[in-house]
């Protein structure tokens, strides 16, 4: 099974003959409200007619709540080492650059 997934360059480390790249998953990814997860969850809970008596009550009690923004992904991030010859060979890719990892599993 074969999956190529896009990653960012967040580092990289030039020791002189070593260079360490540090990566992560380049996926965007929005910050969601702690009291939107809390709404949604609960109305997916009850049945309708409970919902329209419970819901309003629920948002004002959140409303006195501070409001705390969560991702909705966590992104994967890898380091890792090679030759600096292996290095200008993929053209010395800078931070910011988007590289192509192809994770296979053997």
């Given at each position: 099974m074969s999956a190529i997934n896009e990653f960012?360059?967040?580092?990289?480390?030039d020791n002189g003959q070593m260079i360490q790249l540090t990566l992560v998953e380049n996926?965007?990814?929005?910050?969601?409200?702690?009291k939107?997860?809390?709404?949604?969850?609960?109305?997916?809970k009850l049945?309708?007619?409970t919902?329209?008596?419970v819901?309003?009550?629920?948002?004002?009690?959140?409303?006195a709540q501070p409001t705390v923004n969560v991702k909705s992904y966590?992104?994967?991030?890898?380091?890792m080492a090679m030759p600096k010859s292996r290095y200008n060979n993929?053209?010395?890719?800078?931070?910011?650059?988007i590289i192509l990892v192809d994770l296979k599993k053997s």
């Amino acid at each position: 099974m074969s999956a190529i997934n896009e990653f960012k360059i967040t580092q990289i480390i030039d020791n002189g003959q070593m260079i360490q790249l540090t990566l992560v998953e380049n996926v965007s990814t929005e910050p969601i409200s702690q009291k939107q997860m809390i709404i949604d969850n609960v109305g997916k809970k009850l049945d309708s007619e409970t919902k329209e008596q419970v819901m309003p009550l629920l948002e004002a009690i959140l409303q006195a709540q501070p409001t705390v923004n969560v991702k909705s992904y966590q992104q994967t991030q890898i380091t890792m080492a090679m030759p600096k010859s292996r290095y200008n060979n993929m053209n010395r890719p800078q931070v910011g650059e988007i590289i192509l990892v192809d994770l296979k599993k053997s």
